[in-house]
């Protein structure tokens, strides 16, 4: 992740989107901060109704069936969390959102947004500038957040941009200023049999004892140059603010003037905050420092998640937790 501090973040919103501009909105182009209030009127792709599809995203979010970094954007993320969400509802799998999902949705009453107010601790970090280059991330003692921003976008599963605009001009600066931030899952999903990667749906999913998907996470899953090890594995354990043993042998992209190294934790490591090992070796589920990137971009074979995602599977697994990896 990138430093970004409040007043950058609002500069994030360089493409407009006119739910944000009208003065006094029309019932289906609440402005974001009203997402609470914002009901599914047929669509969710249009910019008209950025603020349902907000609220779509924490329902989801919440349901265990995430979009990963909550954007208010339409993408592939968004609609594979509803076809997911779909199937686990037994209603059909079209990836769009209908009124029988969204009554679904709506079954957790609870509100899409609450008010959070910055602490001192909040304020205060420490952040530092995270360098590029893997040397350089070994010689740090800790690799946490960069900026409030960023502290509070994977506090609340958000992405920064999204956080600015629900708050235009919050001074992230002064303890005690007030924010809407997505009232997001933060209790544990239920202990899982057995753990599903599915290389084409870019996802992770936890499924109990009868074979049901109780919960679906996006997911980045290899490469052409390392790609997924489809087949039966087990987990092996699961480790908290784990050091990055990085070994530039591993990786075919490394710098060749690297060297191995031992990578400080924090949610900038390079696996995140946590690895959920895998019993093939080198290989495991882990979290990552660029959320904005799951589910879009490739891997070096392991399966990467958001931070907050990896922890939940990791809440849910444990030794001998039987993993299918497949195509």
């Given at each position: 992740?990138?430093?970004?501090?409040?007043?950058?973040?609002?500069?994030?919103?360089?493409?407009?989107?006119?739910?944000?501009?009208?003065?006094?909105?029309?019932?289906?182009a609440?402005?974001?901060?009203?997402?609470?209030?914002?009901?599914?009127?047929?669509?969710?792709?249009?910019?008209?109704?950025?603020?349902?599809?907000?609220?779509?995203?924490?329902?989801?979010?919440?349901?265990?069936?995430?979009?990963?970094e909550?954007?208010?954007?339409?993408?592939?993320?968004?609609?594979?969390?509803i076809?997911?969400?779909?199937?686990?509802?037994?209603?059909?799998?079209?990836?769009?959102?209908?009124?029988?999902?969204?009554?679904?949705?709506?079954?957790?009453?609870?509100?899409?947004?609450?008010?959070?107010?910055?602490?001192?601790?909040?304020?205060?970090?420490?952040?530092?500038?995270?360098?590029?280059?893997?040397?350089?991330?070994?010689?740090?003692?800790?690799?946490?957040?960069?900026?409030?921003?960023?502290?509070?976008?994977e506090?609340?599963?958000?992405?920064?941009?999204?956080?600015?605009?629900?708050?235009?001009?919050?001074?992230?600066?002064?303890?005690?200023?007030?924010?809407?931030?997505?009232?997001?899952?933060?209790?544990?999903?239920?202990?899982?049999a057995?753990?599903?990667?599915?290389?084409?749906?870019?996802?992770?999913?936890?499924?109990?004892?009868?074979?049901?998907?109780?919960?679906?996470?996006?997911?980045?899953?290899?490469?052409?140059?390392?790609?997924?090890?489809?087949?039966?594995?087990?987990?092996?354990?699961?480790?908290?603010?784990?050091?990055?043993?990085?070994?530039?042998?591993?990786?075919?992209?490394?710098?060749?003037?690297?060297?191995?190294?031992?990578?400080?934790?924090?949610?900038?490591?390079p696996?995140?905050?946590?690895?959920?090992?895998?019993?093939?070796?080198?290989?495991?589920?882990?979290?990552?420092?660029?959320?904005?990137?799951?589910?879009?971009?490739?891997?070096?074979?392991?399966?990467?998640?958001?931070?907050?995602d990896?922890?939940?599977?990791?809440?849910?697994?444990?030794?001998?937790?039987?993993?299918?990896?497949?195509?």
């Amino acid at each position: 992740m990138k430093p970004i501090l409040h007043a950058a973040l609002l500069l994030a919103l360089s493409t407009p989107i006119s739910a944000f501009a009208q003065d006094a909105p029309a019932p289906d182009a609440l402005p974001l901060n009203r997402a609470n209030e914002a009901e599914f009127t047929g669509d969710l792709k249009g910019d008209a109704n950025a603020a349902a599809r907000l609220r779509a995203q924490v329902l989801l979010d919440r349901a265990y069936f995430g979009t990963g970094e909550i954007d208010a954007r339409w993408g592939s993320n968004t609609e594979r969390a509803i076809a997911a969400f779909q199937r686990s509802r037994n209603l059909e799998a079209t990836g769009t959102m209908d009124e029988a999902t969204w009554r679904a949705l709506r079954a957790d009453a609870s509100p899409a947004l609450v008010e959070y107010r910055l602490t001192a601790q909040d304020v205060a970090g420490p952040y530092a500038t995270i360098p590029d280059d893997m040397m350089a991330k070994a010689a740090l003692p800790q690799l946490g957040f960069t900026s409030v921003a960023e502290s509070l976008g994977e506090r609340f599963h958000a992405s920064p941009a999204l956080l600015a605009a629900l708050n235009p001009g919050a001074d992230l600066t002064r303890e005690g200023t007030t924010l809407w931030v997505p009232n997001v899952q933060s209790a544990a999903p239920a202990k899982a049999a057995s753990v599903v990667v599915d290389k084409s749906d870019a996802s992770v999913m936890l499924r109990d004892d009868q074979q049901r998907v109780y919960a679906r996470f996006p997911a980045s899953t290899g490469s052409e140059h390392d790609p997924l090890p489809i087949g039966r594995w087990t987990i092996k354990g699961v480790a908290r603010d784990p050091h990055f043993q990085y070994n530039p042998k591993l990786f075919w992209d490394a710098d060749p003037g690297h060297a191995k190294a031992k990578i400080a934790p924090g949610p900038n490591n390079p696996v995140g905050v946590v690895w959920v090992d895998l019993s093939k070796d080198h290989y495991g589920i882990h979290g990552t420092p660029e959320p904005r990137k799951i589910g879009k971009t490739e891997s070096h074979g392991c399966i990467r998640l958001t931070n907050w995602d990896a922890t939940a599977v990791a809440a849910a697994v444990g030794p001998g937790t039987p993993a299918l990896l497949q195509e």
